[in-house]
């Protein structure tokens, strides 16, 4: 079983910045696909970022240019610096992470995300 612990979360302003940063308790850090979910209130949890084992990321359009993902495999860390926040940001972030050879996935237990002036 891998524990996901994710962390960063906080009030910010409009324009302003948060890191999310997210553990992982696996000595096989390096064969996950790991990724950032979100899910605002009343709706579906939707993924933000996400980057390969080899450290390719991709980005949902409403983020792009905005947010950047992260990995560390010798500390076992993925990161999420978000810049330019604005209030549709808004909601609660989540770690995910998918082993590439055996499919399992899991989650983190979640970060509150609000942008508000």
């Known amino acids: 079983q891998v524990q996901l612990v994710d962390s960063g979360g906080g009030l910010v302003q409009p324009g302003g910045s948060l890191r999310l940063s997210c553990a992982a308790s696996t000595s096989r850090f390096g064969i996950y696909t790991m990724g950032w979910y979100r899910q605002a209130p009343g709706k ?16 949902d359009d409403s983020v ?44 983190g237990q979640g970060t509150q995300v609000t942008v508000s002036s």
């Open 64 to 107: 792009k240019g905005r947010f950047t993902i992260s990995r560390d495999n010798s500390k076992n860390t993925v990161d999420l610096q978000m810049n330019s926040l604005k209030p549709e940001d808004t909601a609660v972030y989540y770690c995910h992470g998918k082993n590439i050879v055996t499919r399992r996935e899991f989650w």
């Open 44 to 59: 579906q949890r939707e993924l933000v970022a996400s980057i390969t084992s080899g450290g390719s990321p991709s980005y």
